[in-house]
Every structure is written in structure tokens, then in C-alpha cells.
């Protein structure tokens, strides 16, 4: 699945592998006001609160499943908390890192860091603040093995896939993902201060899930990358290369989600969910790949559908985990 044809999507450029922050650009200035209110809203931006939904989403449920029923409500709380924290805190040192990218990009060019309502100084602080609490709060509130790995899904979003594998392969979310996997195991070890099977198969889940949750988006906004020079995907292949991928990882994904129920982890509601969810998943897939091969483009390729299905999707699938244990 990792096989691509590289060469420039239609109407696309080639991207270059150079350092994006050689590209010329004028110095971000800095409001002449800045009222609290709005910086407040800016630092919260910083944390990207919408996606550390999606990873709490794949947390909590986890630890229903590991708890086989109801677990500490108060150590739910705690984990979120402590979630929130290091997600908040990897997503700031994300945007302090790409700041000079997500000034030349459509989709990013009013984030806190371009706009100024943020100084880089004070973006990078807040990142590696947000990072040390989060750590010794797991540490203290849940425990030490959730601590750790949550301070690895940090580093190595910020560390691996931003800094590292983003500007300089097309596999940069399929192996940048692993730090969105890693809530599952924070969620089963917050419970059980272990792993198990169990977690591996959802982590897979996730694994599987991301990069055709990811790639339709690309999709849409694959002008931007090129302009910047960031090798997502769809920027270096064309749509119906791209299409054969997500369709691959897709029923992988589906086979994966699978595992729980011969293996006896869950009852019989989960994997009704599952396939359901999954097979409707697989038409998605599959009638994005049909509108590729026709050459379709902009709005009649119709990627967001699949984007906006995978976030449902995941949402069905992990309360699916939680509610099976109350089912058996």
C-alpha cells in the first residue's frame, strides 16, 4: 500500500523537497490591539480544539472497553484533561513549527502565529508548557505509563511527522498518524496501567483510518500544498492513484475492526456497528475511486464526502466500544 506513482496530479506542480521556509515572504506584523478576549481565543485556537475532539472520541470509549462496564469517573476526567493538555500543547508547537507554510496557504493563513495575535516566542512557550504539565499531570492524576506515552505522541508529531516527514515524503501521514493512534493506548493503560490485544486492534483501527480519512482532504486542498511544497499525496499522484490508495487502506481498515470479535474482546453489538458502518465506508471508497478513473474534478469529485463520513464513521465505531461492554 505504500507503492506510489509519483508524478504531478492534474494541474498540479511537482513539489521540491527545499526547506519551505526559504520561500520569500513578508514579515508577519503584529495587531496594533490585541484585545484579551480575542488573544484568549487565539491561544485556545492553538491547541486546535476541533481535532483533539476526534482524539478524545477514540480515548474515552477505550476505557469503557478496558473497564468492561463503567470506569472512575473522576480518572475519565483526569485523562481528558491530561489529553486535551498534550494534544493542545504538540497541535501549538505544530503551528509555531509550520507557521512560515501556513502563511502562503489558503486554509491556514489565519491561524494565531500568521496573524500575529500570537508571537512565535510566545507560541513556543505555550506549546512546551502545555507539553511539561500535561506529562506530570498524567503522572500524578492517572498514572506513569499513560504519562509516557503521551508525551511520545507528542514528540513525535512535533518531532517526526512536522518537523521530519512532512515536507519530505508522500508517506508523511500514513507514519505521522501513529501519534493520533497513541490516545487508545492512553485511554486503556489510564485503566489498566497495561496494554492489550485489544488496544493494538483499535490502535490499528486508527492507523488504518488516517490516511483515507486524510487524503480526500488533501484532495481538495492539494493547490496549497503544492504552492508550498509539502509532498502530501495527492500533490505528487494523480486523484485516481490517490482514490486506489484510500480504497486499499480502507478495506484494511474495515478487516482490522473486525478482530475484536473473534479474539473476544466485545459481544455482539460492536461488530454489527462495525460492519455496517464499515460496509458503508467501502461504498464510499469505492464511488470516489469510480468519479477518479472518470477524470471527474473539483466539485464532481465529490472527496469530502468521504472526509466528512470518515469523522462519523470513527465517532459510530468507538461508541460502539463503549456501549458493547453494557450489551453482553
Known sequence: MTAVESRPAGGGTAPTRRVVGELAKGPVHRPAHRPFGARVKAFVA????????????????VMFLAEQGVPDLLLV????????????????LNMYIDRDIDALMDRTSQRPLV????????????????GVVSTVWF????????????????????????????????QNIVWGGIAGCLPVFIGWSAVTNELSWAAVILFLVMFFWTPPHYWPLSMKVKEDYARVGVP??????????????????????????LLLWPLGYVGWFYPLVAVVAGAWWLVEAHALQARAKAGLTGAKLKEMRLFHWSITYVSLLFVAVAVDPFLR
Open 139 to 170: 503522572g500524578l492524576l492517572v498514572n506513569w505509563m499513560s504519562a509516557a506515552l503521551a508525551l511520545g505522541a507528542l514528540l513525535f508529531y512535533v518531532v517526526v511527522y512536522t518537523m521530519w516527514l512532512k515536507r519530505r515524503t508522500a
Open 232 to 257: 502530501m499525496l495527492p500533490v505528487i499522484a494523480s486523484n485516481t492513484v490517490v482514490a486506489r490508495q484510500i480504497v486499499l487502506y480502507s478495506w484494511v481498515m474495515v478487516g482490522v475492526s
Open 115 to 130: 496573524t500575529g495575535m500570537v508571537t512565535p516566542r510566545e507560541g513556543l512557550v505555550f506549546g512546551i508548557t502545555l
Open 77 to 92: 476526567l483526569y485523562t481528558c484533561i491530561g489529553g486535551y493538555l498534550s494534544a493542545g500543547g504538540a497541535n501549538a
Open 46 to 61: 492553538l491547541t486546535k480544539p476541533r481535532i483533539i475532539e476526534l482524539l478524545l472520541i477514540t480515548t474515552v470509549p
